[in-house]
């Protein structure tokens, strides 16, 4: 059990705390604020923040660039730690685990996407998808392919389920690095400027997809710039100088 006697919490064990979390709440930040040392003092990227998001939401988070999203977004994956307050998702005390216990939970419970797809080169679309199903190791080869040629059917592209991805187009490469994201079946998708290396239609075409996956009960956080989300978002939070300033959820 994690935190008892220092010991190291099975990946199915923490599985098992995200599985029984109470319901409702996925993202639960209570006066969390992340400071950084610089050469007189500390940077406070974010400062006091308290946010509690519902699940099955597709939610936005906006800013200008140094405001405090990317930071944000780190802290919810747990790649970054807060400096104080905590990170709860899903129930589960992300600030509190362990690098092990880390590992094995984002393993199963989050899946990122990134602005340019950081798909492995040398790899095929197919196993580019497949890879982190081998990473956790919790499937055979057989049926890690089986799931892996499904995503691809669900994000459009399984035509190009054997080409490197170089081959693709950059829309064809994001919507690749969606599939990877959904391979462990994660409740919650991180999506780290996900269409700002995109043309505005395949960006459009990326963030119906992002709803989509909302839609059918994944909880969608994306970073963006963007100001024109139309009616993508259920919620859109606005961060400046490390602080939540703003929080409008669109009307149904």
Known sequence: MWGVN???????YVD???????????????????????????FSALTEVDLCLPAGEFIAVVG????????????????????SGSVLIGGTPVHALTEDQLAAWRGGTVGVVFQFFQLLPTLTVLENVMLPMDFRGTRSN?????RAREL????GIVDQATKLPSALSGGQQQRAAIARALANDPVLILADEPTGNLDSQTA?????????????????????????????????????????????????
């Open 16 to 42: 098992s705390m995200s599985m029984n979390a109470p319901a409702g709440h996925v993202i639960e930040l209570k006066k969390v604020t992340r400071t950084f040392p610089i050469a007189h003092g500390g």
């Open 6 to 12: 220092g010991r190291a919490a099975s990946a199915e």
């Open 152 to 155: 691809l059917s669900q994000v």
């Open 142 to 146: 057989a049926s890690a392919e089986a």
């Open 64 to 83: 200008k660039s140094g405001s405090g999203k990317s930071t944000l977004l780190n802290l919810i994956a747990g790649i970054d730690r807060p400096t």
């Open 204 to 252: 459009a075409e990326v963030l119906t997809l992002l709803a989509a996956l909302a839609r059918a009960g994944k909880t969608v956080l994306m970073v963006t710039h963007e100001r024109e989300l139309g009616e993508c978002v259920d919620r859109v939070i606005t961060i400046a100088d490390g602080r939540v300033v703003n929080q409008a959820r669109r009307a149904a």
